[in-house]
């Protein structure tokens, strides 16, 4: 049994906190200046060379990426052999999420209650998703989501008889009923199958793949490079100003469903599709 103190935790989530809102990762970055090699679009051009600036600019300064700084999502992976010693692993990321965004002078957005609406003024609590794996180790990835894209997301309850053609038709509309407010070009994540809420957590989880990799089933590595080429062919482009980039990647991820369902679920990520890890 390996024993990890919380206070590693701690550290840990501040030091990722900061990175993820002003370090674009090399992926984005790199197919942020690849695109402007294909964008038909003059404008698109300038913006994506805008986009391009603004990611220096914050990684040489350390400065966010955007002034939405986002609702802080953290994602656990948790050896099963792992013995946490020193209180809350909870409590002990949420600390992290709270000195990461004082410290890194990042935008506090999280309010208590969605209803009465009073900001918590740290950005907690964070929204944190557990997984126990085999193994000692301990591995936090942290995804600030920013809401004009997390709102433009979607959730549909298909009917298996709608099948392949219904998960194309729902993922190009939702995409293009969200229009520029998601700030393009974007990460398209899609989670097919599971339940409700698996389908919606498997549409996040697919955010965080590498830009450019696909999914190692051919099937689906296929279907997301079509949904690809028919969003782009959109003409929303770069900030909604019209183009040839309207995203970036599109990334699947599914798990097993009820005979009688089909979940499919689309999180739409912003041009600063952000997020850092580490292991301790």
């Known amino acids: 049994m390996r024993e990890i103190h919380t206070d590693k935790v701690t ?38 060379n805008t986009l391009v600036e603004n990611a220096q600019i914050a990684r040489d300064e350390t400065a966010p990426i955007c ?7 953290v994602f656990v992976t948790l050896g099963q052999e ?20 004082e410290k890194g002078y990042l935008r506090k957005s999280v309010v208590r209650d969605p209803l009465d609406r009073v900001n918590t003024k740290d950005n907690t609590p964070a929204v944190i998703h557990y997984e126990i794996v085999p193994g000692d180790g301990l591995h936090i990835t942290v995804a600030p989501k920013g809401f004009g894209s997390e709102n433009m997301s979607g959730l549909r309850m298909l009917k298996p008889s709608q099948g392949l053609p ?7 509309r939702t995409v293009s009923d969200a229009g520029a407010n998601p700030c393009p070009p974007i990460i398209v994540g899609v989670g097919i199958g599971g339940t409700m809420e698996k389908s919606a957590l498997l549409s996040k989880k697919a955010l965080l793949r590498p830009v450019g990799e696909r999914n190692p089933d051919p099937a689906l590595a ?53 997020h850092s890890e580490g292991k301790l």
Do not use: W
Not at 166 to 172: E, H, L, M, P, Y
């Open 11 to 48: 550290d840990l989530v501040e030091r990722l906190c900061i990175e993820a809102n002003c370090h674009l990762t090399d992926d984005i970055y790199s197919c942020l200046k690849n695109c402007r090699a294909t964008e038909q679009s003059p404008l698109g051009k300038d913006i994506l």
């Open 67 to 73: 002034q939405d700084t986002g609702m802080t999502v």
């Open 82 to 101: 792992v013995h946490l010693t020193g209180g809350s692993l909870e409590e002990a990321i949420n600390e992290g999420v709270r000195r990461g965004y």
């Open 166 to 172: 219904g998960v194309k038709d729902f993922v190009i």
């Open 222 to 274: 296929e279907l997301e490079e079509e949904l690809l080429q028919s969003i782009n062919q959109l003409g929303i482009g770069p900030a909604g100003f019209g183009g040839t980039t309207t995203a970036l990647a599109v990334n699947i991820l599914t798990y097993a469903t009820h005979i009688a369902g089909l979940p499919v679920a689309v999180n739409i990520g912003c041009h600063a599709t952000r």
